[in-house]
């Protein structure tokens, strides 16, 4: 079991294990929503995913059509994203407390890095999504 918080404690939840490896994000609404580099996320079941803390308070902004990030309203934490309609949420492994033993996997959206980020930790990279072109920049 998977517990997280954001940075204030007002909101909290619990999910079950990651249904997918967790990569780190290079996208530009990644990079604007999480204010860095890039957002590090992994794939939950929204039928394993509870709010535990604050739910009834959690603010959500749909920042391309559909997909909706949801984030604490007081400090500005994201929690998870997610397209209301699918039965997977992509949660953002910066808000897990505790339950989590894995590391990143990849690197994706490359093709979208900013020009100072400097990512050298030897993953593999991809121009855009999982599974895409190996990124060559």
């Not at 897990?96 to 093709?111: F, P, T, Y």
């Not at 890095?113 to 990124?135: C, R, V």
């Amino acid at each position: 079991m998977i517990e997280g918080s954001c940075l204030c404690g007002a909101v909290a939840y619990r999910c079950g294990d990651l249904l997918s490896p967790i990569v780190n994000c290079h996208c530009r609404t990644c990079r604007k929503a999480h204010s860095a580099a890039f957002n590090t996320a992994a794939k939950v079941a929204r039928a394993d995913f509870r709010w535990t803390k604050g739910g009834d308070v959690v603010a959500a902004y749909e920042s391309s059509p559909g997909k909706l990030r949801r984030f604490c309203p007081r400090c500005g934490s994201h929690i998870v994203a997610e397209y209301p309609d699918q039965d997977l949420m992509v949660l953002r492994i910066g808000s897990v407390d505790k339950g989590l033993e894995a590391s990143a996997a990849a690197h994706i959206w490359m093709s979208h890095a900013a020009h100072w980020d400097t990512t050298t930790d030897g993953l593999p990279k991809f121009s855009e999504g999982p599974g895409s072109a190996p990124f060559k920049g």
